[in-house]
């Protein structure tokens, strides 16, 4: 099974990316939705967020409010969520990886926003960058409920810039145009790892994959 890294900064374009992918046909791990999972009632990051920061758990759940004020503009206490969280995700991202090996799926996707930030790409055959520019991305982030120049500059700060990202890839999708270019390079690059994971034996060499998409 190939397992494909799929990331991006804020405002690329993943969700959309995600979705095209289901479409073709890919299991999807949403990180996001697992941490979520993690940090609603019952999840298991819970006691330990709220005895790392007192009061931001309201009627037995996370209150994601509550913990970004709590973290915004702090590298520390934002060192201390890490903490908490990555090996938790980490391990829900080992767990739907074997799952759809037993499955016998010949490709798996990954979705990771911090994919490289994390090291997440050490559990990656191939890694899908989305990427979108600068202006496009402002755009689509400032116009989210709540949003602010504050809190992008924040996430911003976090995460690697898009052109690192960019060039640490084995393929960049586009998504500054429209969404039927980007669905089809998404179906071009599907297709190509698609005959390369082909039957029950090794797939061929990832680099000779790769070479054919240009």
């Given at each position: 099974?190939?397992?494909?890294?799929?990331?991006?900064?804020?405002?690329?374009?993943?969700s959309?990316a995600?979705?095209?992918?289901?479409?073709?046909?890919?299991?999807?791990?949403?990180a996001?939705?697992?941490?979520?999972?993690?940090?609603?009632?019952?999840?298991?990051?819970?006691?330990?967020?709220?005895?790392?920061?007192p009061?931001?758990?309201?009627?037995?759940?996370v209150?994601r409010?509550?913990?970004?004020?709590?973290?915004?503009?702090?590298?520390?206490?934002?060192?201390?969520l890490?903490?908490?969280?990555?090996?938790?995700?980490?391990?829900?991202?080992?767990?739907?990886?074997a799952?759809?090996?037993?499955?016998?799926?010949?490709?798996?996707?990954?979705?990771?926003?911090?994919?490289?930030?994390?090291?997440?790409?050490?559990?990656?055959?191939?890694?899908?960058?989305?990427?979108?520019?600068?202006?496009?991305?402002?755009?689509?982030?400032?116009?989210?409920?709540?949003?602010?120049?504050?809190?992008?500059?924040?996430?911003?700060?976090?995460?690697?810039p898009?052109?690192?990202?960019?060039?640490?890839?084995?393929?960049v999708?586009?998504?500054?145009?429209?969404?039927a270019?980007?669905?089809?390079?998404?179906?071009?690059?599907?297709?190509?790892?698609?005959?390369?994971?082909?039957?029950?034996?090794?797939?061929?060499?990832?680099?000779?994959?790769?070479?054919?998409?240009?």
């Amino acid at each position: 099974m190939l397992v494909i890294g799929l990331t991006g900064s804020i405002g690329m374009g993943k969700s959309t990316a995600v979705a095209m992918l289901r479409r073709l046909g890919l299991p999807v791990h949403d990180a996001d939705a697992a941490v979520h999972a993690l940090m609603a009632k019952g999840g298991a990051a819970v006691a330990a967020v709220e005895a790392a920061f007192p009061g931001v758990v309201v009627d037995g759940a996370v209150d994601r409010r509550r913990l970004g004020d709590r973290v915004l503009g702090d590298p520390a206490a934002l060192r201390r969520l890490e903490a908490i969280i990555h090996p938790l995700a980490r391990a829900g991202a080992r767990r739907f990886l074997a799952k759809q090996a037993r499955l016998r799926r010949p490709l798996a996707v990954l979705d990771i926003p911090l994919l490289f930030e994390t090291g997440g790409e050490a559990l990656c055959d191939v890694v899908i960058v989305v990427s979108a520019p600068a202006a496009t991305q402002r755009l689509r982030v400032l116009g989210r409920p709540g949003m602010t120049e504050a809190r992008l500059q924040a996430v911003l700060d976090r995460q690697m810039p898009d052109a690192e990202k960019r060039r640490r890839a084995d393929f960049v999708v586009q998504t500054g145009l429209d969404k039927a270019h980007s669905l089809n390079q998404l179906r071009r690059i599907v297709t190509l790892l698609r005959a390369g994971a082909q039957g029950a034996g090794r797939p061929r060499p990832l680099r000779e994959i790769i070479g054919r998409y240009g």
